[in-house]
């Protein structure tokens, strides 16, 4: 008597060959070049831009804000991309080539089958904010060095030592610190929930385009969830019922938060970001990404192709 | 909808499949879900959203107001870190409009840089120094244009700064380097000064309590520099020099200049007459500041200088100083050049 294996639910050995073989899919597709163009794109801010900053007291710390900022838009640009783009194409391209059939009639449980396919495309994305995070590092910490040798050599002779201490304390807020890499990491965490969102869309839907504007919609949604939030708690607090309340709650309710999962502009403004806001948001983006996984698992899960 | 999600996924008809009320229950199922855990999750994202905008980490959002003036922009900042990189751009677009004088452009790129990126004191700055000095100053030099025209728009564009300012106290009232602007331009003696108002922002300055303590000292002693120009004030400014002077950190050359004005003003009621020698040590420093002092006030004439002329004249008998070299000469001096 054949006694059949008996198959896990989930298994990390085959979710992780499933992620290697989307990654180097995708590094395949050649997005690396995008690192190529963010390297240009600090280079030629620093050439052509960050000079232009002149005049006023905060004038230097202008540069370094400017650095961060171009830096962090190239960074969300790309991750936001990448999540929709690559996460969109997983299983209408797995389709179009008939690898999803040759991995289906293996005994692949579907939910490995997806967790692998995201794990990919967010490994893809974290790599690749690793070297710009690493690369604005490099830039920040030369660019504030120099800030501060410059104003010591203006203010070192004969200046006002407890305004020289300010303007280096101040420096050194916008320059190198850990909430550089924090700000990365949430950004991480958005590109995760953006594609665990386009997951599932594309559980449902086998054209590619419909997913990618779908999610470009709930993305923009989601980027205005705060405001329907504050309409509903001001329309509570007045004790008002309307069409529009109502509406909003249901956009509170079904859609996710990306004002939430953001902290580069506070970063930016050389704001610090608390460990346990920092771990309130991590809980977020993982509520956000086990919930819609789930959800594409639940569509997927005997679907027929 | 589902008919159109249907045209898009390509799922089966209802003909060719039985199961077809599955997709539906799917569908159910997931809004479900989605509502049940919107629900659950609604107060620990407010909250959060809460501790966040209290830890100036996200923006808050545009009113309908803010939207309509930033036109498409706003749409564009709605993403992450774009708001100061668009801020950034439209400021080396402004500073073409300062080079071309074209104020009006300039005016309103400044009003959206700062809705862009409001928290930064650099562009409430730069926006308020264009239009107060820059902006009044061309216009007010524009000689295609009557004089009547002139004088009122220099007016105006100092006011429009002004009210820039306000704007900006008011976004962010925790901000000493934005509060402290305002002092700056009601203390600008070439800007339609008002000394009076200046002397309140700085020591309303001197009370937030997020400044240096330095700086808090930096901006008691302004509040007297600015209270010494206005006429009326005389017994204010030496109030204050005198509780200023107890503090040995104060003691710097203008704050004893300002401390001896005040006591030799014949109207102000003096708490403890000190004299030349305890407030400036040695009569050749003495000597020293008060010469700086009374030939700056010859160049700006915004000053009463009670007692300083005669303090310097009978200084310089004192100490002897050479005829050539004093502010006061005794003697006429012998002409250095004899014209043929």
Redesign the interface.
């Known amino acids: 008597m054949i006694i059949p294996r008996k198959t896990s639910f989930i298994s990390l050995p085959r979710i992780s060959v499933i992620a290697g073989h989307t990654f180097t899919q995708l590094v395949r597709m050649k997005v690396f070049y995008f690192l190529i163009i963010f390297a240009v794109l600090i280079w030629a801010l620093k050439q052509f831009v960050l000079g232009t900053f002149t005049g006023g007291d905060t004038a230097s710390e202008q540069q370094l804000r400017l650095l961060k900022s171009t830096s962090y838009f190239a960074m969300n640009l790309f991750s936001i991309v990448m999540a929709i783009s690559a996460t969109a194409l997983l299983i209408p391209k797995d389709i179009e080539d008939r690898t999803l059939y040759t991995i289906l009639c293996k005994p692949v449980p579907r939910l490995d089958y997806l967790i692998g396919k995201l794990l990919g495309v967010l490994l893809l994305i974290f790599v690749s904010l690793i070297f710009m995070d690493l690369l604005l590092s490099v830039m920040l910490h030369y660019n504030t060095q120099s800030l501060i040798a410059s104003e010591i050599s203006l203010m070192g002779a004969g200046g006002n030592s407890e305004v020289l201490q300010e303007r280096i304390t101040t420096l050194n807020a916008h320059g190198l610190t850990n909430n550089i890499h924090y700000a990365t990491l949430v950004i991480f965490f958005k590109a995760a929930v953006i594609a665990s969102v386009a997951l599932l869309i594309s559980t449902f839907s086998t054209s590619t385009i419909f997913t990618l504007i779908l999610t470009i919609i709930i993305l923009l949604i989601g980027m205005i969830q705060a405001d329907a939030r504050e309409l509903i708690l001001k329309a509570s607090e007045r004790g008002e019922t309307s069409i529009i309340s109502k509406l909003s709650m249901f956009i509170v309710l079904v859609f996710p938060d990306f004002q939430l999962i953001s902290v580069d502009d506070g970063v930016i403004d050389g704001k610090i970001v608390p460990k346990l806001t920092l771990l309130k948001i991590t809980i977020v983006s993982f509520f956000y990404v086990a919930l819609y996984t789930s959800l594409s698992w639940f569509t997927f899960r005997k679907k027929e192709f | 909808m589902w008919l159109f ?1 249907r045209h ?3 799922l089966p008809s209802a003909k060719k499949n039985s199961n077809m009320k599955k ?1 539906w229950i ?1 569908s159910i ?3 479900c ?3 049940i ?3 659950a ?2 107060s ?3 909250k ?2 809460e ?2 905008l209290e ?5 808050k ?1 545009y009113d309908m107001d803010t939207r309509i003036a930033l036109k498409q922009k706003s749409f564009a900042a ?8 668009i801020a ?2 439209m ?2 677009s402004a ?1 073409n409009d300062h080079s071309k004088q074209d104020w009006q452009s300039l005016e309103s790129k400044f009003n959206d840089i700062v809705l862009l990126d409001p ?4 562009y409430w ?2 926006g308020s ?1 264009h239009l107060v000095s820059n902006a009044s100053a061309s216009s007010r030099d524009d000689e295609e244009l009557p004089e009547v025209t002139r004088r009122k728009l220099y007016r105006q564009y100092i006011n429009k700064g002004t009210e820039f300012i306000d704007r900006g106290i008011q976004m962010n009232p925790d901000s000493w ?1 934005i509060a402290s602007l305002k002092a700056k331009r009601y203390a600008n003696k070439y800007r339609l000064p008002d000394f009076d108002k200046a002397a309140d922002e700085y020591l309303k300055l001197s009370k937030m309590p997020n400044v ?1 303590s ?2 808090r000292d930096l901006f008691k002693r302004k509040a007297l520099y600015c209270l010494a120009k206005v006429p009326d004030k005389h017994q204010e400014a030496y109030d204050l020099a005198y509780k200023l002077y107890q503090d040995p950190n104060n003691r710097v050359p203008s704050l004893l200049n300002a401390l001896w004005i005040g006591q030799s003003h014949p109207l102000n009621k003096v708490k403890h007459r000190y004299s030349l020698l305890d407030i400036y040590k040695t009569q050749n420093r003495a000597y020293k500041w008060l010469r700086v002092k009374w030939i700056g006030s010859i160049r700006h004439k915004d000053e009463a200088m009670y007692g300083v002329e005669k303090t310097i004249r009978g200084l310089e008998q004192i100490l002897l100083i050479p005829q050539p070299n004093r502010v006061f000469p005794t003697q006429a001096l012998k002409p250095m050049f004899i014209p043929k």
């Open positions: 999600i898009f996924h390509g997709p799917n199922i997931i809004l879900v989605l509502l855990t919107g629900y999750r609604l620990f994202e407010q959060l959203n501790e966040m830890l100036k980490l996200i923006p959002s709605g993403i992450g870190s774009l708001r100061p990189t950034a751009f400021n080396v500073s928290h930064n004191p650099y700055e730069t120094w380097q240096p330095f700086r």
